[in-house]
């Protein structure tokens, strides 16, 4: 089973920055790509940024020139440094993986349990 362990959640000022990371462990024979997902409450589910096996990013146009997702391929870990944080950033953040335990089948998606951030003005 495929885990994901995330840290550096927690509470800022508006203006101010985290860097959360996101450390997977288990059996993996691929990963396609990790990145973070946002919820705030009464809110759907929303990507924020996202990274490919090949380096390739993609952001959330809320986000965008703020976060910065990255990744260290040999410890499986994806960081996101998050910048000018701003009170509707505030939002229960889940890293994903998709990757695939062997070879031939079907991408999967695996979740972490979500941290807190939460943003005041």
């Known amino acids: 089973q495929v885990q994901l362990v995330e840290s550096g959640g927690g509470a800022v000022q508006a203006g101010g920055s985290l860097r959360l990371s996101c450390a997977a462990s288990g059996r993996i024979f691929s990963i396609n790509a990790m990145g973070w997902y946002r919820q705030a409450p009464g809110k759907q589910r929303e990507p924020v940024a996202v990274?490919?096996?090949?380096?390739?990013?993609n952001y959330a146009d809320s986000v965008k020139g703020r976060f910065t997702i990255s990744r260290d391929n040999a410890k499986n870990t994806v960081y996101l440094q998050m910048n000018s944080l701003k009170p509707e950033d505030t939002a229960v953040y889940y890293c994903?993986?998709?990757?695939?335990?062997?070879?031939?089948?079907?991408?999967?998606?695996?979740w972490g349990q979500g941290t807190q951030v939460t943003v005041s003005s």
């Open positions: 994903t993986l998709q990757g695939r335990l062997t070879a031939f089948v079907s991408w999967y998606d695996y």
């Open positions: 990274i490919t096996n090949s380096g390739t990013t």
